[in-house]
């Protein structure tokens, strides 16, 4: 696996982001995992928010300063009303306009011009690439979207809509919140997670989500070298992220994925 830390965090106009190299090594795509910094929201959402349901008034400003610093029509953004389950979209590569609001948690298209957005304070950002077929996957992966299997779903439909193997699979998992501040009660917990949890005593468990997505993965066939992660804790790391279970009042970073 590719680990990537704050060493590898890059700036571009101002804006910090991380990209993993598998993906940023590919013509025909672009990507990147941004922070909370280099926008122009106010406090608490300072300053790059593009959380649509913050109630910030600063979002459109945020989504041209993104748009310009690597080169896409913010209007091509697709942005989901993620409602942390386990809903995909499948784009079509046609001209038609997107039904608003989707209320999906993942997204996977052969498109061109569309970027897949995913907007997280915690939960995992995570991307799926087909280096083969050229097609592309953004998904939301909160508690209750893992507990549904989420990313398994999401490569099971990608070999059905697009004929994906997983030998050909590249995948990220942005930032998220790290299993040293992810504490759950038992109404939340899942038996099958115990591989991937520190129980804590008083049904408290410390979870790694983050394992319990790229197991998913794995049972889905694809092998440890295919898989990048930025190991940053959103919550540990408060100048760079926003994080819900830091901050309850707080803002969105976003993360995109296109074909260009």
Known sequence: MNILDRSSVKIRSGIPYFEVSEISGLEWVRHAFLTRRGGVSLPPYDSLNLGFRTGDDRLSQNGNLIGAAFGFNPENLV????EHADRILVIEDSPDPLAYPLEYDA???RAMKRVLAIQTADCIPLFVIDRRRKAIAA??????????????KVLRRM???????????SVALGPSI???CYEIDKKAFIPEWDP?????GGGRWMVDLAQI??????????????????DLCTRCHG???????????????????GIV
Do not use: W
Not at 196 to 200: A, D, G, I, T, V
Not at 213 to 230: D, F, R, T, V, Y
């Open 159 to 169: 070999r059905e809509e697009f004929g994906s193997s997983p030998v050909d699979l």
């Open 213 to 230: 997505n790229i197991a998913q993965m794995k049972e889905e066939g694809l092998q440890e070298g295919q898989i990048s992660k930025i």
């Open 196 to 200: 991937f949890s520190l129980h804590k």
């Open 79 to 82: 942005l989901l009303h993620q």
């Open 178 to 180: 790290g299993p040293c």
């Open 107 to 109: 997204v996977i298209t």
């Open 139 to 152: 998904i939301h992966a909160g508690r209750q979207g893992t507990a549904l299997g989420i990313t398994r």
């Open 239 to 257: 100048d760079l992220f926003f994080s819900y279970r830091r901050e309850p009042e707080t803002g969105r970073q976003l993360s995109f994925i």
